[in-house]
């Protein structure tokens, strides 16, 4: 009963995740577009007004007319209906570590710890989680204080963040944790930016407003450079997310480099469109983001197996999937923590098999599966089963 109310618990709390966190980016990808396609004000009066910048849009059937003030109008009281974008931020990381506590932490020896990377007890695996997320949102923010108005500088070493954390990640944690700790890391430094600096320093900003104060400009300046960092860390976050359905990334030999890779991809993606915001078209960005993906491609491909010689047989390979997949891979599986089987796949019956045996062999070759190695695979078993798939996956009569 209770690994099929914590399945209950991921669904519901996966699907929120979901809902938020489009509502969340969805508003970020706007202002951003909103941000980099202002144009100077053509109304008489509006610049003397405060108006730093204004949008005409069209759509739904009707017409937008949007304007920023960098330190509010100048000549009116501001609205007390002002609309603030926070709660979906909040929301998205909270159910975000709720996920995280279902799969990762309750789930600590089957998904988290792989004890052919590091020994580590399921207290220690959730410690040294937490940590890290912690740990890396303060180095973040101390980066952006001591680096502040020295954004290539800043950018160059946040980069260099990202690839020593995803090293180190590989050499603590299994394949698939460390990629969901990578992008865990980078959702914790996107929703601290709105917790810590956007939403505090707006409200300092609308009190002094409101105080008829001058205002004082660097927290605009602060919100707008964190902003900025959120809306290129998105894609990386989207790829981590997804990335538990594709363990051709995480479970190569150098997953970390490829996570890097991917995630740089996805930088340079929306480095496109956020200059393409502002009138600059610069196809060489998505054509280097997709250059750096099909380089993996070609990296990542795997070796041809010699598939000449003694053929194996079906009732080999079958003893080898009974021992080692079946007790995750049953209408009711017999492993501790596994209320159905993983994404569905059942490998019972020998019809069952040949289904999934291109899966089979992708996923036994790179050593994503059995999950952790919890069934203790050998290598032996690894190439048997690719063998028998290589010679046409025959399962008999």
């Given at each position: ?11 519901l ?10 509502a969340?980016i ?13 144009k ?7 610049e ?7 949008l ?8 937008y ?7 509010g ?10 609309h ?32 052919g ?25 101390v ?14 070493l ?7 954390c ?10 698939r ?7 865990a ?8 930016n ?27 300046i ?13 894609l ?18 150098q ?9 740089l ?6 480095q ?7 009138g ?13 993906i ?20 079906f ?13 995750c ?24 098999i ?10 036994i ?6 999950i ?10 690894r ?15």
């Amino acid at each position: 009963m209770e690994a099929y109310l914590l399945e209950w618990a991921n669904l519901l709390v996966r699907w929120l995740h979901i809902i938020v966190g489009i509502a969340w980016i969805g508003s970020s990808f706007y202002f951003v577009m909103l941000d980099m396609s202002l144009k100077p004000s053509k109304k008489p009066g509006d610049e003397k007004r405060g108006v730093f910048g204004e949008l005409w849009g069209v759509h739904g059937g009707g017409f937008y007319h949007s304007q920023k003030y960098l330190t509010g109008p100048t000549d009116e009281p501001l609205t007390e209906d002002l609309h603030w974008s926070k709660w979906p931020a909040y929301t998205t990381w909270m159910s975000g570590m709720g996920l995280m506590a279902l799969i990762y932490w309750i789930g600590a020896t089957n998904f988290l710890i792989d004890s052919g990377v590091m020994e580590l007890s399921q207290a220690a695996a959730i410690g040294i989680s937490i940590g890290f997320l912690a740990g890396g949102w303060l180095i973040y923010d101390v980066l952006c204080r001591a680096f502040r108005g020295r954004d290539s500088v800043l950018a160059a070493l946040l980069f260099g963040l990202v690839v020593l954390c995803a090293f180190l990640l590989h050499q603590v944690f299994s394949a698939r944790g460390a990629y969901i700790h990578m992008g865990a890391m980078l959702g914790t430094m996107m929703a601290a930016n709105v917790f810590f600096h956007i939403i505090p320093g707006q409200k300092r900003m609308v009190a002094q407003i409101r105080a008829g104060q001058e205002v004082d400009a660097l927290p605009g300046i602060i919100g707008k450079q964190r902003s900025v960092h959120n809306t290129y860390f998105t894609l990386p976050v989207l790829f981590t997310m997804i990335s538990s359905h594709y363990p051709l990334t995480y479970a190569h030999d150098q997953g970390w480099l490829v996570l890097v890779v991917l995630m740089l991809a996805g930088v340079l993606i929306r480095q496109f469109f956020v200059l393409r915001h502002k009138g600059q078209v610069k196809w060489w960005l998505p054509a280097a983001g997709a250059a750096l993906i099909v380089a993996l491609i070609v990296m990542m491909a795997p070796d041809e197996l010699d598939i000449r010689g003694e053929p194996v047989a079906f009732v080999e390979v079958h003893q080898i999937i009974n021992a080692r997949c079946v007790p995750c891979h049953a209408a009711e599986p017999s492993w501790p923590g596994f209320v159905q089987p993983p994404n569905g796949v059942l490998l019972v019956t020998p019809g069952q098999i040949a289904a999934q045996s291109a899966k089979l062999a992708e996923t036994i070759a790179s050593g994503y599966m059995p999950i952790g190695n919890l069934t203790q695979m050998t290598d032996e078993e690894r190439r048997l089963v690719r063998v028998w798939v290589g010679q046409g996956a025959d399962i008999g009569e």
